[in-house]
């Protein structure tokens, strides 16, 4: 997994290792989509909670190059459904997200007996993060 010089990788904990809204852009038969989702960043990664029969994870199953951006920052990445989140692999990921999506994760939207409630994983593959008049490139 790639990540960014020490300076930049503390700055994108501090933007994203919480949870943040971000923009992910998906293709379907040549056409963008974009939506925003809440993720959570670390390692070269950002990770979200989903639904696995939802559009996105449809066209990332089809396609796994996307693209993201927040704040002061883009990127492409490879998306990739690491399963449900009951699956034991995902045990320590999962603990990690429900804590950090704790604002609303119990609030009924999510039932995590159903095996389609999974962990969708944005790895990065390039970026570019800009702060305080500094440009960084993953």
């Known amino acids: 997994m790639k990540k960014f ?5 503390q700055i994108m904990g501090e933007r994203f290792g919480k949870d943040t809204i971000i923009a992910l852009a998906t ?3 040549g056409v963008p989509y974009v939506r925003y989702l809440n993720a959570y960043y670390e390692n070269g ?4 909670i989903t639904y696995a029969r939802s559009n996105k994870i449809r066209h990332i199953t089809d396609n796994p190059v996307v693209a993201v ?3 002061w920052f883009t990127a ?6 690491l399963g449900s989140c009951n699956r034991q692999e995902n045990y320590e990921l999962f603990q990690k997200l429900k804590k950090v999506f704790s604002e609303w994760i119990d609030n009924g939207h999510n039932d995590f007996n159903d095996p ?3 962990i969708l994983r944005l790895e990065l593959i390039d970026a570019v993060l800009l702060s ?6 993953l």
């Open 5 to 9: 010089c020490a300076d930049a990788e």
């Open 27 to 29: 293709i379907e038969n």
């Open 45 to 48: 990664a950002f990770y979200s």
């Open 69 to 71: 951006a927040g704040e």
């Open 76 to 81: 492409h990445g490879i998306g990739a459904n």
């Open 116 to 118: 389609n409630t999974i």
């Open 132 to 137: 305080h008049g500094v440009r960084y490139e």
